[in-house]
């Protein structure tokens, strides 16, 4: 600090997550705060298509009477909103009730639909409960870690570290398509096909059934189904494993036997596998190696989805979208009735089912259903799956807003009120990682201009839409938490004994669940050590499903597999705030690159550096070739950082989660100077 503002950031070598590690976005976190592409003031687009700067009170009353002439004129389902993992959760929680409970919004959905909602859905129907079942320290404590679609070195470099710092010895084993950063560390990388990963898994748990290597004692205790899942997998022997996912007979067998001898055995995923078409079964199938060789509950296992967002946790829980805010269910009327009363909701307010997902509003605001789409803090005009469709969507809103660091991004500029927003440093909140660990986040900086704080515009427009009592009380941001605190109470998430942040601060962060007990940082909170989990019955569900095929394969006229994932340590997602360092942009290529196999590329006649074409059924856009052995043959690899790349990818959803399969799609490729 200096002079009461935030100068330069230091890792915490106390605290439990990074422990005094940092990546460059982290070394990095204040100075992206001071970009003169920073929204200062509220933007209103006039009659002429111009913005115009105006105040807050006549942002907040045409936002609230546009919203409302829509509401009145096309019905209840006109509105909708779409948000993010990247605010706090009492900022999301705020969003969540004024939208759902106050506004009469039905449809709300957030941008951690794009990377955790697969993992959301498949830990609720295996667990009962959106429970991520780990803490960091079991990077440090397996002797086996299994990464599936995941490249930690590059996407989570301090989890990375932590691996790093494992005194085990550990056998690290990476399922990836490409030679990632992470794969040239490991012991063993498997480049298996594209989307073949679920016939790979259902292979692993036959051979580990054959093999006798199952936990007898675990699954008839704690896990449901095991005879119909162990009859279900004998299907995917040993050489259809081979044929499919294009690994050798050798390799398969190293992979389980190495997964066999481990004792502590942790499974990581990441993007690779929640962005597939079929990738809720597909985390399922990898939960459910864990649970069959009782690699959960234990220091060192677990089946283990790390978050994509530093909010991620926190938005699946309180942001009123996926499942009723506190991690309830709307279609249970127990729960909207304990909602209704502990939040003193009006019962009738609160939904009997969840709203409309990410790709369902989109589609209705394509068929002319909503008209008014408000979003906060993320870029979906660059990150959204076939980008081009989805821009001229937005063409048929009757009013949109963006809410927003930057008056810059690809999303802001199509917007008719663009609403300043305070970002990380400049407001209090609280966050909760994929370790369920619960953080502060302080204010050490003054937004510019008349910015305020995500919770604060919320509050102006809850204040000029009217009539809503329920939300006097949440005046704070720490009011909001201890309000939601008490609201987990009973729940598997339930943080009611989290008096508020001054017990945050003084324990380095808290895992949920806690209810006021053992209250220590040291204390690692891993779930289900009883091997009770939250159905019923207490036992875990094996789920399973046969592989589908490929919504769209190479063929003739696409002869290539585009995969698409991040790029560097130094970006981040659609590059809103990484883009605005100058130290970020230094380590990183400033246009869009494509990687390509060295056999291809002289088929092609490509060298590196050269300007090629790359097209699939959606668009065609332009590149610099990287020639490199990271990808196989038949296959080109894009970062996803570039506005182009979505303009490529298929709208393909799963069908139980709702997320998009960016990760896969068919292109052709050839030189820019090519007719």
Request: glycine share 8%; proline share 5%; aromatic share 10%.
């Amino acid at each position: 600090m200096k002079n009461g503002e935030g100068v330069n950031v230091s890792a915490d070598p106390d605290y439990p997550v990074n422990r005094g590690l940092a990546c460059p976005k982290g070394w990095e976190s204040l100075s992206v705060l001071d970009s003169p592409e920073r929204a200062t003031e509220p933007l209103l687009r006039d009659s002429n298509g111009s913005m115009q700067r105006v105040d807050w009170d006549r942002a907040a009353r045409t936002l609230v009477d546009r919203f409302k002439s829509i509401q009145a004129t096309y019905g209840p389902d006109s509105l909708a909103w779409l948000g993010t993992g990247q605010i706090t959760v009492e900022e999301l929680a705020y969003l969540g009730a004024l939208g759902r409970f106050g506004m009469g919004v039905r449809h709300g959905d957030g941008n951690t639909r794009q990377c955790m909602a697969t993992a959301a859905v498949a830990y609720k129907q295996s667990f009962g409960f959106d429970a991520p079942p780990y803490t960091y320290q079991d990077f440090e404590e397996s002797d086996v870690l299994v990464f599936v679609g995941a490249n930690p070195c590059i996407a989570h470099p301090i989890m990375w570290q932590r691996v790093m710092r494992n005194r085990n010895n550990p056998e690290i084993i990476v399922l990836d398509p490409r030679a990632t950063e992470t794969a040239a560390s490991a012991t063993q990388h498997c480049a298996l096909n594209p989307k073949s990963d679920l016939c790979l898994f259902y292979g692993i748990a036959r051979a580990i059934i054959e093999r006798g290597a199952i936990d007898d004692d675990f699954i008839a205790d704690s896990v449901d189904g095991y005879r119909e899942y162990a009859e279900f997998v004998q299907e995917f022997d040993r050489e259809r494993v081979a044929s499919e996912t294009g690994l050798s007979i050798v390799e398969f067998d190293r992979l389980v036997n190495t997964i066999v001898r481990g004792r502590r055995v942790s499974f990581w995923w990441t993007m690779g596998v929640n962005q597939s078409h079929e990738g809720v079964r597909l985390a399922q199938s990898i939960i459910n190696l864990a649970l069959i060789t009782g690699n959960i509950g234990r220091p060192g296992t677990g089946a283990n989805s790390i978050t994509g967002q530093c909010n991620a946790m926190g938005s699946r829980l309180f942001s009123n979208t996926s499942s009723l805010i506190g991690g309830y269910d709307f279609s249970n009327p127990d729960h909207r009735s304990l909602v209704s009363e502990r939040l003193s909701v009006d019962v009738s307010k609160i939904p009997a089912e969840p709203g409309w997902a990410y790709d369902q509003i989109i589609e209705q605001i394509e068929s002319g259903v909503v008209k008014g789409l408000w979003i906060v803090a993320t870029n979906t005009a660059h990150s959204w799956i076939g980008s081009d469709r989805l821009k001229r969507a937005f063409e048929k809103l009757e009013f949109l807003v963006v809410q927003d660091m930057y008056h810059s991004t690809e999303t802001a500029t199509l917007a008719d009120l663009v609403l300043p927003a305070a970002g990380w440093g400049e407001k209090e909140g609280t966050f909760i990682n994929s370790e369920r660990r619960i953080g502060r986040a302080r204010k050490v900086k003054r937004a510019p201009g008349v910015a305020l704080a995500d919770f604060n515009i919320f509050r102006l427009v809850a204040r000029y839409w009217g009539g809503l009592s329920f939300l006097e009380k949440w005046d704070s941001p720490e009011a909001v938490f201890r309000i939601l605190a008490n609201l987990t109470k009973g729940r598997p998430c339930d943080i009611s004994g989290i008096s508020g942040y001054s017990a945050l601060e003084q324990n380095s962060g808290i895992q949920w669940p806690y209810t006021g007990r053992d209250c220590d940082r040291r204390v690692q909170r891993r779930l289900f050590e009883d091997g009770r989990f939250y159905h019923v019955d207490g036992k875990a569900k094996l789920l399973y499903e046969r592989p589908k095929s490929l919504p769209e394969t190479v063929d003739e006229a696409f002869p290539f597999a585009l995969l698409t994932g991040r790029g560097t340590s130094a970006q981040w997602h659609t590059q809103t705030r990484t883009s605005r360092s100058e130290v970020l942009r230094k380590l990183y290529p400033k246009n869009l690159y494509m990687e390509i196999n060295p056999r291809d590329a002289k088929a092609l006649g490509i060298a590196s550096g050269s300007l090629v074409e790359i097209r699939s059924r959606r668009a065609t856009i332009t590149a610099s070739a990287m020639v490199t052995s990271a990808v196989r043959p038949g296959h080109v690899f894009l970062p996803m950082h570039y506005g182009s790349t979505n303009k490529l990818t298929l709208p393909s959803f799963d069908p139980h989660s709702r997320q998009p399969s960016y990760k896969h799609c068919a292109v052709s490729i050839r030189k820019h100077d090519e007719h």
